[in-house]
């Protein structure tokens, strides 16, 4: 028995020095071709009531999410409360270019992170990136032994950066006719 136990606890140690050693900032991103001019798809990004038509965190159906006013642009914020809990704002704004913003969340843990969305026109395509980073604390760092944060918001992202292709296609679509 006694064995065993020393076992367990070097493999808990073990763990936890492990974690210590990771990153103490993460970065995920992830981007994608849309055949829309910038000024068809910068909206849906910069109106945060325009989110629940696109972005698969404010699609989730758990989550009750409260759009401020000015619901767009610098200032603009949605409170969330689900599964998880918290906030976004719009914390700068360049037209068919760039939007900042910051996402603070109190629940399952306290994070303060920073999302970027990129639009970079390339002929008849802009290409949008979607990034999300901020500082890795311990207990972020010791979950990340366990649970690939960066493949489960990529997949996300990858999902929201469809969704807004989609709707920003069909757009395209409709004011060419």
């Known amino acids: 028995m006694?064995?065993?136990?020393?076992?367990?606890?070097?493999?808990?140690?073990a763990v936890l020095i492990?974690?210590?050693?990771?990153?103490?900032?993460?970065?995920?991103s992830r981007s994608?071709?849309?055949?829309?001019?910038?000024?068809?798809?910068?909206?849906?990004v910069n109106d945060l009531a325009d989110h629940e038509k696109w972005s698969p965190f404010a699609q989730d159906p758990k989550t009750r999410n409260v759009v401020g006013t000015p619901s767009a642009g610098p200032g603009a914020r949605v409170d969330f409360d689900g599964s998880c809990r918290g906030s976004l704002s719009?914390?700068?704004s360049k037209p068919d270019a760039k939007i900042l913003?910051?996402?603070?969340?109190?629940?399952?843990?306290?994070?303060?992170?920073?999302?970027?969305?990129?639009?970079?026109?390339?002929?008849?395509?802009?290409?949008?990136t979607w990034k999300m980073s901020g500082p890795q604390p311990y207990l972020g760092k010791l979950m990340s032994v366990f649970?690939?944060?960066?493949?489960?918001?990529?997949?996300?992202?990858?999902?929201?950066?469809?969704?807004?292709?989609k709707l920003s296609e069909q757009k395209s679509l409709q004011a060419a006719e």
């Not at 006694?2 to 140690?13: K, Q, S």
């Not at 994608?32 to 849906?44: K, Q």
């Open 2 to 13: 006694t064995t065993l136990l020393l076992i367990i606890a070097a493999i808990v140690a």
């Open 18 to 28: 492990y974690a210590a050693t990771k990153p103490g900032h993460f970065s995920i």
């Open 32 to 44: 994608a071709d849309i055949e829309a001019p910038p000024a068809r798809i910068f909206p849906l």
């Open 90 to 92: 719009v914390t700068e």
């Open 101 to 128: 913003m910051r996402l603070l969340m109190t629940k399952p843990m306290p994070y303060d992170n920073e999302i970027e969305f990129t639009f970079v026109p390339k002929g008849a395509v802009t290409n949008v």
């Open 147 to 165: 649970i690939d944060c960066e493949k489960m918001c990529g997949k996300q992202f990858e999902q929201g950066l469809a969704n807004l292709r």
